[in-house]
């Protein structure tokens, strides 16, 4: 083959390209200024240029892009192939665009498919943004938290907006009647949000005049100081139960009653200031009593131990208040020392207690019966090298010296 010439086309002694197509040699065009090779690879490029878009059609394809735009590529190239300027095999590239119309039309039912199940999906999804609308619009208006309530619904109009600009268009009907649900429910929690903040307001109104006849009650107990805390623990109960008057209102309002009450409690604490130092000399009056009753502790005669408890606690009572930080430390220490002498006593009853003591005399005698026949047959065990009942016996034996051992005491 000359180098004017390809499988698919030649170049003729005056220029002119030619390419072979459907078994007939037609003429592409000339190459001016240009040599027979230069000429043949110019229309080969062409071709070149050619297979290109419908290897790129093809690839479209198998991506699935819309079978609308592959539809009206594979009708240009259809055109553009009929007698294309262009050598090479022309013929293959027919059959392949050929093909593709086949995959336009496997296309177009798979992507009809696809739409049709994102339309339904995309029903489905505003209807559930429109039943949670409908949720939070039938919420009791009274127990309803309208912050997150108003932040729940903003939220699904934004997703409803975002579906209505980023999803599948929808039929007109069903499309028009889920919007006017939603606008429905948005209107409906409105109007009862308008409604429970109007009732609110009412409210607060009741709520901060008797807050403010509370506060007034609270500052005129300031004459009676320490005296006045009692009836200001009352009016703090009410303060408890009046309610809310809204939180700006509330904190006001607090602080004037608060700033009341602190100062019937700063003339307590000038009372409970000078009573501690009146009665540190009574808690080291008791602190010594305490040292002095501390072996009672540990004391064994429960006569002599009773005595000196009884002295301690007549000095006790005639010593007086101590300060109110140290009511607790040293009542505690006296109960414990109290506690002490009164088990010295019980204990003594348990073991002089007559009838007690005879019921225990007779089991320790039984015990001690049934000791003495366990050690009997213990030695004949033993004689007899029987181990099994050396182990029986002895269990036995140690269980009635221990219950023995109980009574006793």
């Known amino acids: 083959m000359s180098a004017n010439e390809n499988t698919w086309g030649r170049v003729d002694e005056t220029g002119t390209v030619y390419v072979t197509d459907r078994d007939v040699e037609r003429a592409v065009g000339q190459y001016p200024d240009g040599t027979p090779d230069e000429a043949l690879a110019y229309f080969v490029r062409k071709y070149v240029e050619l297979e290109g878009q419908v290897r790129l059609l093809e690839q479209r394809a198998r991506a699935g892009a819309p079978a609308a735009d592959v539809a009206k590529t594979v009708a240009a190239l259809t055109s553009a192939l009929e007698s294309p300027a262009a050598v090479g095999d022309l013929e293959a590239l027919r059959t392949r665009v050929a093909a593709l119309s086949t995959t336009v039309e496997k296309l177009t039912e798979e992507q009809k498919a696809e739409a049709a199940a994102a339309v339904e999906a995309a029903l489905a999804e505003r209807t559930a943004i429109v039943t949670a609308a409908e949720a939070i619009a039938a919420r009791d208006p009274q127990t309803i938290q309208w912050k997150q309530a108003t932040a729940e619904l903003d939220a699904l109009f934004t997703r409803w907006k975002d579906h209505q600009q980023n999803g599948p268009r929808l039929p007109k009907k069903q499309g028009d009647e889920l919007w006017k649900r939603f606008r429905a429910a948005r209107s409906t929690v409105e109007s009862h949000r308008r409604s429970f903040f109007a009732g609110l307001d009412a409210e607060h109104k009741e709520v901060r005049a008797r807050k403010q006849a509370l506060v007034d009650k609270a500052v005129a107990l300031a004459p009676q100081g320490s005296a006045g805390i009692p009836a200001y623990r009352r009016l703090l109960d009410e303060w408890k139960t009046a309610g809310r008057a809204g939180k700006k ?129 213990l030695a004949a065990a033993t004689a007899a090298k029987d181990a099994k009942r050396i182990a029986e016996v002895t269990e036995a034996l140690e269980a009635r010296r221990a219950w023995l051992a109980a009574v006793d005491r």
Do not use: C, M
């Not at 305490?290 to 009773?306: F, G, I, K, N, S």
């Not at 000196?308 to 009542?331: C, F, H, M, N, Y």
């Not at 005399?361 to 047959?377: N, P, R, T, V």
């Open 249 to 377: 209102i509330d904190d006001a309002l607090w602080e004037q009653f608060k700033a009341a009450g602190d100062a019937l409690y700063a003339a307590k604490a000038e009372v409970d200031a000078r009573e501690n130092e009146e009665f540190s000399a009574n808690l080291a009056v008791k602190l010594a009593l305490l040292d002095e009753a501390a072996p009672l502790l540990t004391a064994t005669d429960r006569v002599q131990a009773r005595n000196t408890l009884s002295s301690i606690q007549r000095r006790w009572e005639a010593a007086g208040k101590v300060p109110r930080d140290q009511v607790r430390v040293v009542e505690d220490r006296l109960r414990q020392i109290e506690l002490a002498v009164k088990k010295l006593e019980e204990d003594h009853w348990n073991r002089t207690d007559p009838e007690k003591k005879a019921r225990s005399e007779g089991l320790a005698a039984q015990l001690e019966q049934a000791i003495a026949g366990l050690e009997a047959d």
